[in-house]
């Protein structure tokens, strides 16, 4: 599968280290000997939720599921989503002056009190430690991984370079480890993949992480794009009741979108909807993914 929002993205090989996803089924702890006796955890680390939040009901062919929209009916519920992109070789070019981030965009959610999901990348939250556990501590958000290094999951995915299959979920799991080493307290067991690209292969590789693959129903077309009114026209022609809306939280790649959003909330809101995450929608999903 392929999302059409995207943009190619130059990127060199980055080193990747394999981490523990935070979702994933645990091992089997080993027995303490006198010289490995456990150890308090740190105190700047942060608690484990108190309870795991809903995610879709793994597939029977053992494969990660894919969540695209919430439920038709019930209520006119929307979740805008903001991809927080950075690839991993791409720290040269924030030091020469290039915005990944967009703190703008971030304010005006919280002015105009609109709930959002943020995918994020490893590579983001590492260039960018303050927004992102600012982002993280803020109950108007939540956030969830976009990959460490933005590469892609799948061949031929809008020029992204490409992960081999035995190190996609140690890339979705040293992102956990970004966020955790920047202080962005329980991420989402949600994944959105680089490019919105997937196939079998990346859904089994994903499989033992534990996590939901987050998709969308509606592509905002912000990528790019410096038009805002018509990225929010796009939008608000494309939203139904239950939509996952795509966009992005960077300057550089979506220099529009703050703007488009003054137009999208109020328009939506008008309508009778109501701003919602990604989990809410999962939650009334009853574990089964509505693909229509």
């Known amino acids: ?156 995915c809008h020029g992204l370079p490409t992960l081999s299959g035995d190190r996609m979920r140690a890339d979705v799991e040293r992102a956990y480890a970004a966020f955790r080493e920047v202080g962005v307290p329980d991420p989402m067991p949600y994944f959105r993949f680089p490019g919105g690209c997937y196939d079998r292969a990346a859904l089994k590789a994903l499989a033992p992480a534990g996590v939901t693959a987050v998709q969308w129903d509606v592509v905002g077309g912000d990528a790019f794009a410096t038009d805002a009114d018509a990225v929010a026209r796009q939008v608000l022609d494309g939203v139904r009741p239950g939509s996952v809306v795509v966009l992005h939280c960077t300057r550089s790649a979506a220099p529009a979108t703050e703007r488009a959003l003054r137009t999208i909330v109020p328009e939506l809101r008008e309508q009778g909807y109501r701003f919602v995450k990604v989990s809410d929608l999962i939650a009334t999903s009853n574990g089964r993914n509505r693909p229509s």
């Open 1 to 156: 599968m392929r999302g059409s929002h995207l943009y190619a993205k130059r990127a060199e090989s980055a080193e990747r280290q394999p981490y523990a996803s935070p979702w994933a089924p645990p091992s089997p702890p080993a027995a303490p000997t006198p010289s490995r006796l456990p150890r308090p955890a740190p105190s700047a680390t942060p608690s484990a939720p108190s309870s795991r939040p809903p995610t879709l009901a793994p597939e029977p062919t053992g494969l990660t599921p894919v969540f695209k929209n919430g439920p038709r009916t019930g209520g006119k519920t929307v979740a805008l989503t903001f991809d927080a992109d950075m690839t991993a070789d791409q720290g040269p070019q924030a030091a020469a002056g290039e915005h990944f981030d967009h703190p703008q965009l971030i304010a005006a959610l919280r002015a105009l009190r609109v709930p959002a999901t943020v995918f994020m990348t490893g590579r983001w939250a590492e260039e960018y430690p303050d927004q992102a556990r600012s982002i993280g501590r803020d109950p108007l958000f939540e956030v969830a991984n976009h990959s460490y290094s933005h590469y892609a999951f799948t061949d031929d």
